[in-house]
C-alpha cells in the first residue's frame, strides 16, 4: 500500500510560478512511475506530465510543455513539479499518482494509488 500526499497548491496570478509535491509513504517509492494529472471544474482529469523509474524518461502534455518539470527525488519519497508561467487555464485541482513498474502511463486507470489533490487558482 502506498499512500500519496500533495502538497505546494495555492492561489497565484498568471506569470507566477509554482511547485507541487506528492510525498509517498513506504520504502519502495523507486518502484513506481509516478503521474500528476489535473481536473479542472466542469472538466475531465487529464494527465499533466509524468516520469518512469528512470528519471530520464517523462512526459508532458502539450498545454505545459516548456512551463511545467517534473522530477523525483527517490531517497525522499517525493516527486515534484513545477509550474512556472501559469496561466489562469492552469486552474485545476492537481492530483499525485503512483503506478508500479518502470514505464509511466497518461492513462488514469493504469495508476495503482493516488493522493488527495491540491487545488492550485491562477487568476488573470
Known amino acids: 500500500q502506498v499512500q500519496l500526499v500533495e502538497s505546494g497548491g495555492g492561489l497565484v496570478q498568471a506569470g507566477d510560478s509554482l511547485r507541487l509535491s506528492c510525498v509517498a509513504s513506504?520504502?519502495?517509492?523507486?518502484?513506481?512511475?509516478m503521474g500528476w494529472f489535473r481536473q479542472a471544474p466542469g472538466k475531465e482529469r487529464e494527465a499533466v506530465a509524468a516520469?518512469?523509474?528512470?528519471?530520464?524518461?517523462?512526459f508532458y502534455a502539450d498545454s505545459v510543455k516548456g512551463r511545467f518539470t517534473i522530477s523525483r527525488d527517490n531517497a525522499k519519497n517525493t516527486v515534484y513539479l513545477q509550474m512556472n508561467s501559469l496561466e489562469p487555464e492552469d486552474t485545476a485541482t492537481y492530483y499525485c499518482?503512483?503506478?508500479?513498474?518502470?514505464?509511466?502511463?497518461?492513462?488514469?486507470?493504469?495508476?495503482?494509488?493516488w493522493g488527495q489533490g491540491t487545488q492550485v487558482t491562477v487568476s488573470s
Open positions: 516520469i518512469s523509474r528512470s528519471p530520464a524518461s517523462t
Open positions: 513506504g520504502r519502495t517509492f523507486y518502484n513506481y512511475a
Open positions: 499518482a503512483a503506478r508500479q513498474g518502470i514505464f509511466y502511463s497518461t492513462l488514469q486507470r493504469d495508476y495503482d494509488y
